[in-house]
């Protein structure tokens, strides 16, 4: 446990961010998990449901949540989905 007010305060603010970071992230694989579904069931909202879900995963990369790395991969792999489920 730290002894400085400075790294208290850290600790505190460290808790806050990640309780923020777990949202975010629960609620971007709830996204991902969704547009899957819908390219898979070839329901007629899918390609809305895949924009969805990119449109978190850019969010999330933006905030430093995802790597761009990764980011760019689970786009790409919405996006040959969703081509294959097209074709």
Known sequence: MPNIKSAK???KVIATKTLVNKSFHSG?????KK???AVESNDANKADAVKVAI????QAAAKGILHQNTA???KSALARK???ANA
């Open 72 to 74: 760019a991969r689970k």
């Open 9 to 11: 305060k850290r600790v």
């Open 82 to 84: 969703l081509n294959a």
């Open 28 to 32: 971007l694989k709830t996204d991902i």
């Open 55 to 58: 449109k978190k995963i850019d």
């Open 35 to 37: 547009a899957n579904l």
